[in-house]
């Protein structure tokens, strides 16, 4: 049985993510690899009865903190149910979106401090960590001139997608090893390229452990 493995694909909107998860997905497979595409918040019918909450414009206003806990209720019952699960048979997980995006929306964005937002998941997901995470950084301009009908996160205003971009950088300057960033402005099939080759190296690493 090959060694599982976890793969979050991160960034802020528009940064075309589920693209590149599909493409990365179809690369994988055709290795020969199970591979179990998911995202968040989602995955399981809970979780994505808790991303309806969240992303509903009918909730303007809600609280950060308790925002910052649908966000981690929501992937507790993701890890719990479906990524862990899977890597312990062998899968590679490639999820749209998992700790940092709470860390960089709300931890940043919704400046509740990156450390406690980062305890909460932790908690939640009892220290479940991706591998690899794959840094899709796009300017908000561009990234949201892509998008239609914004959801309640995306209708902020552009100096929280700011700093939420600072957030995701800064993330991926801590720690160079597990993360891996691209100009999502570039050509789609290149940045898959350059996905699938990091990817290979990282599940070659997996393996070798
Ligand atoms: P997104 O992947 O952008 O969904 P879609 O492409 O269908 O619009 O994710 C939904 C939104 O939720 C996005 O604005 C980012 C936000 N989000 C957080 O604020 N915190 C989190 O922990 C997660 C996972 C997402």
């Given amino acids: 049985m090959p060694a599982g493995a976890f793969i979050a694909l991160e960034g802020g909107e528009g940064a075309g993510k589920s693209t590149q998860g599909g493409l990365l997905a179809t690369h994988l497979r055709a290795r020969g690899r199970e591979v179990v595409l998911t995202r968040e918040p989602g995955g399981t019918p809970a979780s994505e009865a808790i991303r309806a909450i969240v992303l509903s414009r009918d909730f303007e206003g809600l609280d950060p903190r308790a925002e910052a806990l649908l966000f981690a209720a929501a992937r507790g019952e993701h890890a719990a149910r479906v990524i862990r699960p899977a890597v312990e048979r062998g899968a590679v997980v490639v999820c749209d979106r998992y700790i940092d995006s709470s860390v960089a929306y709300q ?10 937002v980062r305890d909460l998941s932790l908690w939640a997901t009892g220290h479940l960590l991706p591998d690899l995470t794959i840094l899709l950084d796009v300017d908000p301009v561009v990234g949201l001139a892509r998008l239609s009908n914004p959801d309640r996160l995306e209708a902020e205003p552009i100096n929280y997608h700011r700093a939420v971009r600072d957030g995701f950088l800064e993330l991926a300057a801590n720690d160079p090893s597990r993360y891996l960033t691209l100009d999502a402005s570039g050509d789609v099939s290149e940045i898959a390229q350059a996905i699938a080759d990091r990817v290979d190296v990282a599940l070659a690493t997996v393996a070798a452990e």
Avoid: N
């Fill in 107 to 116: 931890g940043y964005g919704r400046s509740l401090g990156a450390g406690p």
